[in-house]
């Protein structure tokens, strides 16, 4: 078997071929898309697809043709993303499809991986993305109302919709024309609100679907949660568990657009994490109960670079527990046994879209292309698809008892189901796959800069960090921001204006500024009655920072919360300047173009001699954004008129401060990552380039989960992490962002943190671990094997196996615990228990030391028996180390 590195560098010799421009033309032969009640047809044949959700910008192009692969090789068929307006038309009428929004060059890379694409136009996407998907100048469009039947939004939707179809056609990136598009959507989750405008809502879903069946893009649209979808569009479920839904027409395919296999995090919160066995279980099912298409949300979930983030409060990282983390790296075991998974479902594709779907109560013959649902007890049943012969046949037995193990009679043979899972026969004779039983490897990522130094586990059992860590400089330069107005831009009029009204969401900052006459009888006033005035702010989102003439005296967060703060003031004229932040705009719900950003109701100060001043028809001067931000700090690197001074011990921490520093990149390949500990809250730039907002809030100390069960339904609350720690400290920066020394890291701290204590680590799996019980089954792949196929191998002959892969790159350097027996414990923590075959670690040294990657059968004849009559199992901790050469398997 050659070597999963060399294959993924022959396609990836390929991609770029076709991508530079060399090679042109069709991916595929040209196919015609079509569905009927069962699946989407792919020229004219039905087929059960695995689809892969990545969104293109959160990612750099450099990265997209390694998500792509390992997508593939994880066993997608199909790739799915959204179309993010705000970042295709930045401003009303110019396009941008350069970089991270080269949407084409996405696409190509897609359809020459081999691979399908389903593409969400939307374009309202929310995906915890900015204005949900939305530009902001769409608000300033007159008489707009976002998503219903409002003339100004239609004609901008169209136009957008439009505009990327036609990209789309004039590439050749239809299936029809060759290229890898299966699938659109129209809309998305429109059914959550649709009651919200009544029936201009029910009117406009009319027109949605009518408008972009009109286009005519030649593939099928779909809605995503629109249970009222017209009959010319799919409409499709998005949840954790999509097993039970049924589309509004006999005459449409079960499609899952959205299968949570995470959740997104919030500033200050936990980390959210969904059992792979649980992830499984649902996957299983769904196709267990007719579905046919069904999409891993996310499958990469990337980071949201710049200020894309939506909200209020989402993070900079949008890892969503995937199957292949925020920095590309494999997510273990979750991708390994998904992987299995979707093998398992590929051996009974014939079986199942020869069917018709799933029925109850029984049908009474096997040998026609028929569904037969079969109750095998109070929580267990097999639903079984046949062709027209009775070589097709696969089964689906599942336990959803969420404690109990079961063991069913099936077709005259037994069947042991752990609770909450599934097992899937291909054959309707043999389990080659249980949801619940995890053969796939774990690994545990290392964050580090010294591969000397000593390490310590550190939250989750897949992550650890090391110790003494070099800092990123011992010389910063700073330059203050201005408090208050600082350009010619600023401007005054009288009242309160709304934050993006003026902002247009060009800068998260907006500073409102008035001023305030206290007259020496207010001093007496006070004194007299010790009283202390009050600012009140009526409400208030995301972020604001009070300050009296120039001192920052306080400041608030919260989604449209009420402000008060004590204010001291002195006789005389007094500025009160609020700096109004956004911390990512609403990106969910009805009437978006309603939300704003800022202030709401009035503004007064309290305590006054002759009752409370009512600021809020008092003239105020606007000023948009940082002075640093229109200086373009972050790009420019000239030190001499801007101001930049070194910066000392001494003179940190400081409010609304730039800071900047070079550093050179660490050797080698890993992903790079800032860890910002240190800091309070901000912005990053790396050569120019935005890596994102930081912040240091801190998760609740409480509801985190010692052990994880994954038994029973999931929801976001449930397997979180992180308790009392930020909820994110490490900032990734691609390496296609990086040169090898001399990078220029710029940050503006609005809190006060230290920039001396940052440091700049790698991202690297240095250790793979490994639990295969003997009575787990062979590799899904055997069944597969023309050996099987042709008889000359039995299924009784099959044995488990276990598989180590280090990640490309990197070889398996020593094998640091190994036991045939009865082990016990977990990766970090492996013992061996009363039964152990002493020849463990000198097998698995021999079979795996120097290679990317190894297997070794799980069973009594390659270790011996050290105890007879008992269930034995292999437990293997391995490390990996960076390699130039590479051994095939």
Avoid at 568 to 574: D, I, M, P, T
Wanted: proline share 5%.
């Amino acid at each position: 078997m050659q070597n999963r590195t060399l294959i993924r560098l022959q396609w990836l010799l390929t991609a770029l071929t076709v991508t530079g421009g060399m090679a042109t033309g069709e991916y595929f032969k040209p196919f015609n898309v079509t569905y009927d009640h069962r699946a989407i047809k792919i020229d004219g044949k039905r087929r059960m697809l695995i689809s892969a959700g990545i969104h293109y910008p959160r990612a750099t192009p450099e990265m997209w043709p390694d998500l792509i692969a390992k997508s593939k090789e994880g066993g997608a068929d199909v790739i799915q993303t959204y179309v993010f307006w705000s970042g295709h038309e930045p401003v009303r009428g110019q396009y941008n499809f350069e970089g991270r929004y080269d949407l084409v060059k996405f696409v190509k890379l897609v359809g020459a991986s081999g691979l399908y694409l389903h593409l969400r136009i939307g374009p309202y996407v929310c995906a915890e993305w900015n204005f949900g998907g939305f530009p902001v100048w769409l608000r300033d469009i007159p008489g707009i109302v976002f998503r219903t039947d409002n003339e100004p939004f239609k004609e901008e939707m169209k136009r957008f919709v439009k505009k990327i179809v036609d990209v789309m056609r004039e590439e050749s990136l239809f299936s029809w024309q060759g290229g890898p598009i299966i699938m659109l959507q129209i809309e998305n989750e429109y059914g959550n609100i649709e009651g919200s405008y009544g029936q201009k809502g029910k009117d406009y879903v009319k027109w949605a679907a009518n408008m972009a069946v009109g286009l005519g893009a030649g593939v099928p649209w779909v809605m995503c949660r629109q249970t009222d979808a017209p009959e010319n569009i799919i409409d499709a479920c998005n949840g954790y568990y999509c097993d039970g839904f049924k589309p509004n027409s006999n005459k449409k395919p079960v499609l899952w657009t959205e299968n949570w296999d995470g959740w997104y995090t919030t500033w200050g919160g936990r980390l959210p994490h969904r059992p792979v066995e649980d992830l499984a279980f649902a996957v299983a099912r769904f196709y267990q109960r007719g579905g046919s298409f069904q999409n891993y949300y996310m499958f990469f979930g990337g980071t949201n670079f710049g200020r894309t983030s939506g909200g209020p409060n989402y993070v900079t990282s949008y890892d969503y527990d995937a199957p292949i983390d925020e920095y590309g790296l494999l997510s273990q075991p979750k991708w390994g046994h998904l992987k299995d998974l979707h093998a398992a479902i590929k051996l009974c594709e014939p079986a199942l879209v020869a069917s018709e779907s799933a029925q109850c109560p029984n049908q009474s013959s096997l040998h026609k292309p028929n569904t037969q649902y079969i109750k095998l007890g109070s929580m267990q049943e097999a639903h079984v698809y046949s062709g027209g012969n009775t070589s097709i046949c696969s089964a689906f037995l599942a336990n959803i008892d969420e404690h109990k193990t079961s063991t069913v009679q099936f077709l005259g043979q037994s069947y042991t189901l752990p609770p909450w899972s599934v097992s899937i026969l291909p054959d309707c004779k043999n389990a080659v796959f249980n949801t619940a039983k995890v053969g796939a490897q774990t690994t545990i990522k290392m964050v580090e800069s010294e591969p000397t130094s000593s390490a310590k586990s550190s939250g989750p059992e897949n992550l650890m960090i090391r110790t003494e860590l070099p800092l990123i400089s011992e010389s910063w330069m700073t330059l203050k921001e201005p408090i208050g107005a600082w350009g010619d831009d600023s401007f005054t009029v009288q009242g309160i204006l709304e934050h993006l009204n003026v902002t247009k969401d060009q800068s998260d900052y907006l500073w409102y500024i008035t001023r305030v006459y206290v007259s020496d009888e207010d001093i007496a006033h006070w004194k007299e009655n010790t009283i202390t005035p009050l600012l009140n702010i009526d409400s208030m989102r995301d972020i604001v920072r009070i300050f009296i003439n120039g001192q920052l005296i306080g400041s608030s967060r919260g989604k449209w919360v009420k402000v008060v703060q004590k204010v001291e003031l002195q006789q005389g004229y007094n500025d009160v300047m609020l700096l109004s932040q956004t911390v990512g705009l609403q990106n969910y719900g009805a009437f978006l173009e309603k939300d704003g950003a800022g202030f709401k109701g009035q503004i007064t100060l309290t305590g006054f001699k002759n009752g409370d001043v009512d600021l809020s028809h008092s003239p105020w001067t606007y000023q948009v954004g940082l002075k640093g931000e229109f200086q373009k700090l972050y790009a420019n690197d000239e030190d001499g008129s801007l101001g930049w001074t070194n910066l000392t011990h001494d003179k940190v921490p400081s409010i609304l401060s730039w800071y900047k520093t070079h550093f050179d990149s660490p050797g080698g390949k890993e992903p790079v990552v800032l860890d910002m500990s240190s800091m309070g809250k901000g912005q990053a730039w790396v050569n120019g380039h935005h890596i994102g907002r930081y912040w240091t809030l801190v998760a609740p100390k409480d509801g985190c989960q010692e052990t994880c069960d994954y038994r029973g339904s999931y929801d976001s609350g449930k397997c979180q992490t992180n308790c009392g720690k930020p909820t994110q400290i490490w900032y990734h920066v691609p390496r296609s962002w990086l040169q090898q020394s001399g990078n220029l890291l710029v940050l503006f701290e609005e809190t006060g943190g230290n920039p001396f204590h940052i440091s700049v680590k790698t991202v690297s799996v240095e250790t793979v671990c490994a639990h295969v019980s003997e009575d787990y089954y062979p590799p899904v792949k055997t069944w597969s094997h023309s050996s099987y196929i042709n008889g000359e191998l039995s299924a009784d002959q099959m044995k488990p196996e276990m598989e180590l892969q280090c990640e490309d790159g990197y070889t398996i350097a020593s094998i640091e615990f190994a036991s045939y027996g009865t082990p016990q414990g977990s990766c970090q923590s492996f013992s061996t228990g009363k039964c152990h075959a002493p020849t463990s670690s000198s097998i698995l040294s021999k079979a795996c030391e120097g290679r990317n990657s190894c297997k070794i059968e799980v069973s009594n004849s390659i270790f011996g028996d050290p105890c007879p009559r008992t269930v034995k199992a292999l437990a293997v901790k391995a490390r990996c180390e960076p390699s130039s050469g590479l051994s095939e398997i």
